[in-house]
C-alpha cells in the first residue's frame, strides 16, 4: 500500500471482497503478515485485522513474512529446507530457517550477512526473501533460490492461516506485529546448526 496505509486499507479491502465476489459475512477468518517489515504498516494491518475479527466475531490469524516466503519458495521447491532471509539495512538480516518438514529451526531473527553466508554453505537450503541473491553471491556458490521480494503472494498467507485454524494452532491467541529490530536489538550468535537438526537424519 505504501504511505497512507491506514487511509487506503479499508477502500483496498472492500474492493478485495467485491472482487472475490462476497462481502463480510463471508469472510471465516482473517489472515495477516504480523512482519518482520514496516513498523507502520504491520501497526496498522495488525490492528486492523484484530478490529474486524472482533467486530465479525472470527478469527485474525498471524503468519510471518519469513514462514509465507518460505512456504512459498517450497511450491517450486518441495521437501527442502528454506533459509528465508530479508534484507534490514544496517548490515543487518531478518532471517528464519524452516527444514524439510517446514519445522522452524532458526529464527525468526536478526543476523548478519556472514553468518546468514555461513548457515547457507553449512545447510545447503533454498534461498528466500530480499536478501536471497545476496547471500548466494557472498558465498560464492549456486543455490536454488525461491521468491526474491520482500513478502510472499497473498495466496500464500491466506493458505498458512487456513491450515492453522484447521489445526486449531493457537487458538484464541491474537496476532501481534513482530518486530525484530529494537534499540537493543543485536546479531544472534551461536546460531548455527549441526546438519542432522536441520536436516532430516540419513
Not at 7 to 25: F, R, S
Not at 167 to 182: D, S, V
Request: glycine fraction near 12%; avoid cysteine.
Amino acid at each position: 500500500l505504501g504511505k497512507g496505509h491506514a487511509e487506503h486499507l479499508m477502500a483496498v479491502i472492500d474492493e478485495a471482497l467485491k472482487t472475490g465476489g462476497t462481502d463480510y459475512a463471508g469472510v471465516g477468518a482473517i489472515a495477516v503478515s504480523t512482519g518482520p517489515g514496516s513498523f507502520t504498516g504491520l501497526r496498522v494491518g495488525v490492528s486492523a485485522a484484530r478490529g474486524l475479527a472482533l467486530a465479525l466475531n472470527i478469527r485474525a490469524i498471524g503468519v510471518t513474512t519469513l514462514e509465507a516466503l518460505a512456504a512459498q519458495a517450497k511450491e517450486t521447491f518441495p521437501g527442502r529446507a528454506v533459509l528465508a532471509a530479508l534484507d534490514a539495512g544496517r548490515d543487518e538480516i531478518h532471517a528464519a530457517l524452516y527444514d524439510e518438514e517446514s519445522v522452524l529451526r532458526y529464527g525468526p531473527a536478526v543476523t548478519t550477512l556472514s553468518q546468514a553466508v555461513a548457515m547457507a554453505v553449512d545447510l545447503s537450503p533454498v534461498l528466500a526473501g530480499t536478501a536471497a541473491t545476496q547471500i548466494a553471491a557472498s558465498a560464492g556458490r549456486a543455490f536454488d533460490i525461491g521468491p526474491t521480494s520482500a513478502t510472499a503472494d497473498i495466496a500464500v498467507y491466506a493458505r498458512l492461516a487456513a491450515a492453522q485454524a484447521a489445526g486449531k494452532k493457537a487458538e484464541g491467541e491474537k496476532p501481534k506485529p513482530l518486530y525484530l529490530r529494537g534499540a537493543d536489538a543485536k546479531p544472534q550468535a551461536g546460531f548455527i546448526l549441526s546438519r542432522k537438526k536441520a536436516g532430516k537424519n540419513t
